[in-house]
């Protein structure tokens, strides 16, 4: 695998189920993001990880629960989600200060996430 | 309040001709701005950038110029091809910050 993978790409869930989505990155990276795209809307930052730290958190509702094990790996955690959550989801990662610093964040292909 | 705004939803050009893509933004602290090109059921990827100590910068066939004082960058694609079809969006960051903050994009059709 090359560049940022998510998994699912697509999922449905009930407003009672938990879910989560994965991200993994294989460009040796340590700054991981998940955005959120809905219909008509610019991306939107939910939650920034910098080396493994949760460093932002933009006013996500309690019910988005982001999780960081390794600079590699970055899931959500979904738990009794609304119906306007319904978006794409995207995962993006960046190099950080040092070697191999970036402006530029790479995505991931997103999670179309429907909720009913 | 949208702090960077893409008020063109769409644009349709001919093969071969130029496409012109605009952006403006609010924020005079922005100081690092790229372009973004996503297909259908991909993600976004990384066109081109440039900082705000430039006016100018070209890769191929693809051109983004910034203008300061008008809070205004654009990215011309000449010439443009079929396989350029695509939604376009302009980003920005300021100081190096994590965060992008992102238009809602301008969706390209190049016609052959």
């Known amino acids: 695998e090359t560049g940022v993978t998510q998994t699912p790409r697509h999922l449905v869930m009930g407003m009672t189920n938990k879910k989560s989505l994965k991200c993994e990155q294989h460009?040796?990276?340590?700054?991981m993001y998940w955005y959120k795209q809905s219909a008509k809307k610019p991306l939107e930052l939910m939650f920034v990880?910098?080396?493994?730290?949760?460093?932002e958190n933009n006013s996500v509702p309690s019910r988005f629960s982001p999780e960081c094990p390794n600079s590699s790996h970055l899931f959500l955690h979904l738990h009794t989600l609304q119906p306007e959550d319904s978006a794409l989801y995207l995962c993006?990662?960046?190099?950080?200060?040092?070697?191999?610093?970036?402006?530029?964040?790479?995505f991931g292909p997103g999670t179309r996430l429907t909720v009913t | 309040d949208q702090q960077v705004k893409q008020n063109s939803p769409s644009l349709s050009v001919q093969e071969g001709r130029i496409s012109i893509l605009n952006c403006d933004y609010t924020?005079?602290?922005?100081?690092?701005f790229l372009w973004y090109k996503k297909y259908p059921a991909e993600g976004p990827t990384f066109l081109i950038s440039?900082?705000?100590?430039?006016d100018k910068n070209e890769d191929g066939r693809f051109t983004v110029f910034l203008n300061k004082s008008a809070k205004h960058l654009s990215l011309h694609i000449v010439p443009s091809q079929p396989g350029d079809s695509a939604v376009y969006f302009c980003?920005?960051?300021?100081?190096?910050?994590?965060?992008?903050?992102f238009g809602k994009g301008t969706k390209l059709t190049v016609n052959p």
């Open positions: 440039i900082s705000s100590i430039k």
């Open positions: 980003a920005a960051s300021q100081g190096g910050s994590e965060k992008l903050v």
């Open positions: 993006a990662s960046k190099g950080l200060m040092g070697r191999g610093t970036t402006y530029e964040q790479y």
């Open positions: 990880y910098n080396f493994k730290e949760q460093t």
């Open positions: 460009l040796g990276h340590n700054a």
């Open positions: 924020n005079s602290m922005f100081d690092y």
